[in-house]
């Protein structure tokens, strides 16, 4: 136990500068000069692979410690956007690192430390308290830099590790409509005798209408563990409009190592009805058009159609729904006639039912689209020619 919270101290002290630099090639770095803070503070900006290229707006993960989290949080944020799990993000990484204990930490009481079984002077030594500078910082001036220089859709995120769990907490009591959803992985709320708990739980609850919130821990003990399984009793127990919560517990990892997890698991959390799904799919294309709105109205993103059809289309194959997989693969066809995956899609399933003759047409489909890359006929043309083959031995 005294081993944990000696990690625990020394994180909550500097951060975890586990992952490194950010990538120069992804990523640019942004010199704020801050009247607030008065001084200049970094951001860590990641924008997403087309947004040159595109007129897109996109939602905003802003989070804290943007130089240590940055790497792997673009890492869960690029592979859940391309399964069509989550919209592509805009993220800020807001430095923390400098002086982080006083920027994350909002009031205290000198013996708050004392739940600590080790010595928390480094603690006291590094001014706590400023939180409220801090957040003022990121409502004042961050945001509104971000909303000027950069396509949003108006959809906001936020989220924090350890101490900034604990400041993601804080700014959600303080300024609840400051963002829709937070990321509360380990969140320190020991943190002065566990006062912001106490806070949280005094939110009115018409302010959580409509948000959603992300809690996560590690196996790190009671210190941690505890508040947490009070959140969780609390929160669950909400009747709220449009209030969306979820907590998770990851066994076998740390305080340090639960951050990864931790984000990967909350934004797939936070973002869970945007994905389309083979229940609302199969209920048809008014149903999906719907969807596709109720997105649009939410987070103020289009989503990509086709390429979420396309993966469920053959999902439904493998699971050996035919039907669906043929409804799927058909309005992929009326929406974009010249997608090859879906006549390949397609007429494998007519030739799995040996019905050559109808795979054979579904490719003679194919090759009358004159959008259909040149390159694709050849492959159409090979594909004909074995099944006429299939067909020939079929019928002899």
């Given amino acids: 136990m005294r081993h944990i919270c000696l990690v625990l101290l020394v994180f909550c002290l500097f951060g975890c500068g586990g992952f490194g630099e950010s990538n120069q090639a992804s990523t640019h770095i942004i010199e704020l000069q801050s009247s607030v803070l008065g001084e200049k503070r970094r951001l860590h900006l990641h924008l997403p692979k087309q947004y040159a290229e595109s007129q897109q707006k996109y939602p905003v993960l802003f989070m804290t410690d943007g130089r240590a989290n940055l790497q792997h949080t673009i890492a869960s944020v690029e592979f859940l956007s391309s399964q069509g799990l989550i919209p592509e993000l805009i993220i800020i990484g807001i430095e923390s690192n400098q002086n982080r204990t006083h920027n994350l930490t909002p009031t205290y009481r000198e013996d708050s430390f004392e739940v600590l079984p080790i010595d928390g002077a480094m603690l006291l030594n590094q001014d706590p308290g400023g939180a409220e500078a801090f957040l003022d910082f990121i409502a004042d ?58 806070h949280l739980k005094s939110i009115p609850l018409n302010k959580l209408s409509d948000k959603s919130i992300f809690f996560a821990v590690g196996e790190e003990g009671p210190l941690m563990e505890d508040p947490y399984e009070q959140v969780k009793l609390y929160l669950n127990n909400r009747s709220i409009d449009g209030f969306k919560f979820s907590a998770k517990r990851f066994l076998g990892e740390n305080h340090n190592s639960v951050v990864n997890q931790g984000m990967y698991f909350g934004l797939k959390s936070i973002f869970s009805d945007f994905a389309l799904t083979l229940a609302n799919t199969a209920q048809g294309e008014k149903k999906i058009l719907a969807h596709q709105k109720l997105v649009k109205g939410k987070y103020g993103v289009k989503q990509h159609l086709e390429s979420q059809l396309e993966a469920l289309a053959y999902g439904a194959l493998f699971e050996d729904k035919q039907q669906l997989s043929v409804s799927l693969f058909e309005l992929i066809l009326k929406r974009e006639p010249s997608t090859l995956s879906a006549y390949i899609g397609l007429a494998s399933i007519y030739a799995k039912q040996q019905n050559y003759k109808k795979a054979i047409s579904v490719y003679e489909r194919a090759l009358s689209q004159p959008k259909l890359a040149i390159g694709s006929r050849g492959q159409i043309n090979h594909h004909i020619a074995e099944l006429e083959a299939r067909l020939l031995k079929a019928n002899l």
């Fill in 141 to 198: 001036e961050v945001k509104p830099y971000v909303q000027k220089h950069y396509r949003v859709s108006g959809y906001d995120v936020f989220a924090g590790h350890s101490f900034g769990g604990l400041f993601a907490v804080y700014s959600l009591v303080k300024q609840p409509d400051l963002f829709d959803a937070f990321i509360a992985i380990s969140p320190s709320l020991w943190w002065d005798h566990q006062a912001w708990l106490g």
